[in-house]
């Protein structure tokens, strides 16, 4: 409500045009790669003419479609577990008088952002390895985790960044009406946190689908995603097939969200 | 009489449906594999193949040694076999289950990474040379001063592959040293030639098919696959041996001593080395293959392509690049770094 | 300190540890624990063919600052080492500073938007990053490339006379580094700016504050933790960046990512590798700790 009266006090000049430009700027690549997943020839860079054939080909191709569903899968396990974590870690660690141990957790969380991934993806490989050998168990479960634990800190940062100096008012006035601590947790601070977890929760899903170096080295068998099956292909030239199934994807997602945003909006 | 035939059918497919619990696990480069040739075996044999990708020797050998891989098979580069054997982490070959075996070419039988085949088994092979766009030099392309000693119309417009095995192993040969080299007076030549040429590069980047069709790059470091596609998209691409000597790879297929699908194994790897399979995995990787007969199966756009026949005279300039140890890695090693710091 | 308060302190203490438990649990198995094998690993003599053998040795962390020179029997300091280093971390500071340049005005007008409608920017913010790395870097290619759109558009548009040589720049690398990093910068700052409380504006303006007084003043300094968080999202990740320096970059220069990379890779010396990456992990840890100290002393003080 005072949002429209003050409009022009919380502009600031420049502001919106520079934003325009980003998303400009954040689309024109993505453009690029639409326009090549119709590409008639064989080359992610070389324009032979329209067709499908690259929707047909990544239809027909087993191990791209197989990679794709990996990845969606180990994205969102690791973004759901991670920012689960992250939360709890941040309430934990915000708001508080400093105790002792504080910069250790704080640097354990941060942690994962500060080795190259390679080293990492090494010392998971003997670890990996030793628990298969172990368990006879190859599923998913390591990749969830090992992204897990590299996710968080990309969660972490952005909701600790909102609770940190959140109002407390609200909450003690919910602790002076005598909820309980769940209560309040959950229709006082839930709520006020909620942007930072939806900020964390996105940055973890992206930070996780780009991974390659990690999951390249403690896949099991058939556990390709789509940066992995990229990189294979490194050395040998790509091909538009991966253009049209992120096209898909994109699409899917831009349906998805409509719909999403056109319930909600109806319900209000 | 219909009716056996009708029964025995049925038995047949019968016994097809037992087959198809069967499972086979497949550790290769990616975008190496061509998925019709796979359909075939599945549907031959009712096995179901998974294929996963690496992208570097150093990769999947360290993750094969490290145990509990799940592969059954895996395709090392020609270097990286004995050092699976020496490790323990490849069993050997009973060739009695191999009718195929004798179709690899007599030239590729007594290798000197697997005298005799009875480790491995090839997939495709290859060479590392210069591709250069011939409208913007005219001179010699047998030669590796392309990238060591770039002539005046090529500098800037130079592409060098960040591969340091294959860039090392032509610039030593280039300097008059064999592929692992370790004499001090080689190698200084080596690396004074390199860092002096290196300003006269434009990049060291991998996607030399696109940019030599798009002709971003003049030249490049180059493998004979990826130039002969580059041809195809733009025909003033030609394909140069150097005559210094060019680096030569093969990658072959090895069985892992924990495979679990010995048998399922087997069925693949005799039925890789029929020469029609073998054109097809050709057809699809582009690069030649080690099997006799396969030249008849061939596409038409390879069976003359002069990337993938060798012509004679530079037949014998060939040199396989091995994987160096100890003294030799450490020049490469150190020159490759003071290359890019 | 009554014991009440005593006895509150300790139950704030305890569910500290409580709730960061579970992630601590996760970090050590997945990231910490296996560090640890990495700083044993850095003790040890290279194997013939990648991998240790386990052999005591200093010999790796000698590699971190000192290379035997090749060609004459003498150690000399490593100042390849050290070039690689000094070109990430600048790197990564400048790309830090642009991100933010151009992440704070997104950030602002996405969080200044109706409360529905923010969650659909932000989304529109981070959909681009759900295509693949790679895809992204090779399209960001496309288009600056010397007959690429952007050129095209620049020139038929009168702005230049010849097309801009970006491919393989520092300027290409830039571009697509605060490319990729910028959802980092974007969505911590958007977090903090979403709960600033608007009507502190109003008073600003009240006061006869200009613009920029009321930025520097009373915006910035409320949205600190975001650019904390901000930054060290970019800032450290940026200095292993490996694709990026790769592709739009041309590769001829390695980044400390890649350099760690060889040595596990065709280097074949595993031991160095592990000595410069536990380098790397202390000197970012300082770094950081120096950083974040600094950042809320002055919160303290201010």
């Known amino acids: 409500m005072a949002r429209a009266r003050d409009f022009s006090v919380t502009e600031l000049p420049g502001a919106t045009l520079v934003s325009m430009l980003v998303f400009v700027a954040l689309y024109a690549p993505i453009l690029v790669l639409i326009v090549y997943s119709f590409n008639a020839g064989e080359s992610v860079a070389v324009w032979g003419g329209l067709s499908l054939d690259w929707y047909r080909a990544a239809w ?12 969606l899968k180990v994205a969102t396990g690791a973004a759901v ?9 941040a309430l934990g660690t915000t708001r508080r008088p400093a105790f002792r141990g504080q910069t250790f957790v704080y640097v354990m969380i941060n942690q994962p952002l500060m080795v190259p991934e390679i080293v990492t993806a090494v010392a998971l490989l003997l670890v990996t390895a030793a628990i298969k050998k172990a368990t006879g168990y190859t599923g998913l479960g390591y990749l969830i985790v090992a992204h897990a634990a590299f996710c968080i800190p990309f969660a972490y940062l952005p909701i600790r960044a909102r609770l940190e100096g959140m109002d407390l008012t609200l909450e003690t006035a919910a602790a002076d009406l005598y909820a309980s601590r769940w209560q309040t947790f959950r229709r006082v601070t839930l709520p006020l946190l909620m942007p930072g977890i939806l900020a964390g929760a996105m940055l973890a899903f992206v930070t996780s689908l780009d991974d390659v170096v990690i999951t390249e080295f403690i896949k099991s068998p058939g556990q390709d995603t789509l940066p992995t099956y990229m990189l294979g292909q490194l050395r040998r030239a790509m091909k538009p097939d991966v253009n049209a199934i992120s096209t898909l994807l994109l699409a899917l997602t831009l349906v998805l969200l409509s719909a999403f945003f056109l319930l909600t909006r109806k319900r209000k | 009489m219909k009716r056996i035939l009708g029964a025995m059918a049925l038995l047949m497919s019968g016994t097809a449906m037992a087959h198809a619990e069967g499972e086979l696990f497949l550790y290769n480069w990616g975008n190496y594999t061509s998925p019709e040739m796979i359909k075939k075996f599945e549907e031959k044999y009712g096995v179901k193949v998974t294929i996963t990708d690496f992208d570097s020797n150093d990769t999947a050998l360290a993750k094969v040694e490290a145990g509990a891989s799940g592969f059954d098979l895996v395709v ?7 050092i699976y054997a020496e490790k323990g982490l490849i069993q050997k070959l009973d060739l009695s289950k191999l009718p195929n075996h004798k ?3 007599p030239e590729w039988m007594n290798v000197e990474w697997d005298p005799g085949r009875e480790w491995s088994i090839p997939w495709q092979w290859g060479s590392t040379g210069m591709s250069v766009n011939v409208k913007d030099y005219s001179g010699d ?4 001063d392309i990238f060591m000693n770039p002539p005046a119309e090529l500098v800037g417009k130079i592409n ?25 007076a080689v190698m200084k030549k080596v690396r004074d030639a390199l860092l002096a040429a290196k300003p006269k590069w434009m990049s060291m980047d991998y996607s030399t098919v696109e940019k030599m069709i798009n002709h971003d790059y003049a030249a490049t470091v180059d493998w004979n696959g990826s130039a002969m596609r580059a041809r195809l998209g733009n025909p003033d691409v030609a394909y140069g041996y150097p005559k210094e000597g060019y680096g030569l790879w093969m990658d072959n297929v090895v ?6 699908n010995v048998d399922n194994a087997y069925l693949f790897l005799d039925f890789i080395m029929e020469p029609e399979n073998a054109a097809a995995l050709s057809a699809f990787a582009r690069y030649a293959n080690g099997i006799a007969g396969s030249d008849a199966f061939m596409p038409e756009d390879m069976k003359a392509a002069p990337e993938i026949i060798t012509p004679a005279e530079f037949a014998d300039k060939g040199h396989f690049v091995t994987v160096c140890t100890g003294k030799a890695l450490e020049y490469q090693t150190a020159i490759w770094t003071e290359l890019q710091k | 300190m009554s014991p009440a308060e005593e006895a509150v302190r300790r139950e704030n203490i305890k569910s500290a540890w409580q709730l960061s438990a579970p992630a601590l649990l996760v970090l050590t198995v997945a990231a910490v624990g296996p560090l640890l094998i990495v700083l044993v690993y850095s003790f040890l ?8 053998e386990w052999v005591f040795s200093l010999e790796g962390w000698r590699g971190v600052l000192f290379d035997h020179d090749i060609f004459e029997d003498k150690l000399v300091l490593a100042d390849g080492n050290l070039t690689i280093f000094w070109r990430s971390v600048k790197l990564s500071f400048i790309t830090t500073v642009l991100t933010f340049i151009v992440g704070f005005p997104t950030a602002w007008f996405i969080a200044t938007r109706s409360p529905a409608s923010r969650a659909g920017w932000l989304f529109l913010i981070t959909i681009p990053f759900w295509t693949n790395l790679l895809i992204r870097t090779f399209a960001i290619n496309q288009i600056i490339r010397n007959e690429g759109v952007l050129n095209t558009l620049l020139l038929k548009a009168g702005l230049v006379s010849a097309p801009l040589q970006l491919t393989y720049t520092d300027t290409a690398l830039l571009i697509g580094m605060v490319y990729v990093y910028l959802p980092l910068m974007v969505l911590p700052l958007f977090a903090t700016i979403d709960r600033f409380d608007m009507r502190l504006l109003e008073a600003g303006y009240d006061l006869y504050a200009s613009r920029w007084q009321v930025l520097r003043r009373v915006i910035l300094p409320i949205i600190r933790p975001g650019i904390v968080a901000g930054s060290i999202l970019v800032f450290v990740p940026c200095l292993g960046a490996y694709v990026t320096p790769r592709i739009l970059g041309g590769g001829k220069n390695m980044m400390i990512g890649n350099f760690i990379e060889l040595q596990f890779g065709q280097g074949k010396n595993w031991p160095l590798g592990a000595a410069l990456s536990v380098t790397l992990l202390v000197i970012v840890t300082i770094a950081l700790l120096v950083y974040v100290k600094a950042i809320s002393g002055e919160r303290k003080n201010g």
């Not at chain 1, 027909?60 to 197989?66: G, H, L, M, S, T």
């Not at chain 2, 392309?141 to 590796?144: L, R, V, Y």
């Open chain 2, 141 to 144: 392309i047998n030669t590796s």
């Open chain 2, 255 to 260: 069985l892992l001593a924990d495979a679990k």
């Open chain 2, 103 to 105: 179709n690899i070419a």
């Open chain 1, 81 to 89: 577990l991670s920012t689960a974590l992250a939360t709890m870690a």
């Open chain 1, 60 to 71: 027909a191709n087993d191990q791209v479609k197989e990679a794709t569903w990996v990845s």
């Open chain 2, 76 to 82: 090392p580069s020609a270097g990286f076999v004995g």
């Open chain 3, 45 to 52: 003599t290279p194997g013939t063919h990648g991998n240790v």
């Open chain 2, 160 to 184: 060098v592959i960040p591969e340091m095995g294959d860039v090392m192993a032509l610039a030593t040969m280039w300097a008059g040293g064999e592929v692992c080299s370790e004499d001090p």
